[in-house]
Nanobody, 125 residues
Framework: QVQLVESGGGLVQAGGSLRLSCAAS????????MGWFRQALGKEREFVGA????????RYADSVKGRFTISRDYSTNTVYLQMNSLTPEDTAVYYC??????????????????WGQGTQVTVSS
């Protein structure tokens, strides 16, 4: 069982940056994949990026590639999503997700069993 708590959301102007945090408690071992998803108002939840907790493979959605970066802090069991060059299209509730996954880092929501409560990111034009 893993508990996830996101923080760091807020209001930022277009072109600005934010860093989201996802604090994980419970058992997170090398087999876990940590993912970030987002859901804009009236839209379906979509994949943003994900990384294996042990390091190595990281995947990003094409819409954020080159602007967003996922990193980890093993000492605090925290995963970060650094978001740069934000645009109003990045406005959404951002969710952290996790699960024990073998093989390729998945982009599908259905592959993740553990979810945080979400944090709102609003980018003004």
């Amino acid at each position: 069982q893993v508990q996830l708590v996101e923080s760091g959301g807020g209001l930022v102007q277009a072109g600005g940056s934010l860093r989201l945090s996802c604090a994980a408690s419970g058992r997170t071992d090398a087999t876990y994949v940590m993912g970030w998803f987002r859901q804009a108002l009236g839209k379906e939840r979509e994949f943003v990026g994900a990384t294996r907790w042990s390091g190595g493979a990281t995947r990003y959605a094409d819409s954020v590639k080159g602007r967003f970066t996922i990193s980890r802090d093993y000492s605090t069991n925290t995963v970060y999503l650094q978001m740069n060059s934000l645009t109003p299209e990045d406005t959404a509730v951002y969710y952290c997700a996790a699960d024990r996954i073998v093989g390729k880092v998945p982009t599908s929501l259905s592959e993740y069993d553990y979810w945080g409560q979400g944090t709102q990111v609003t980018v003004s034009s």
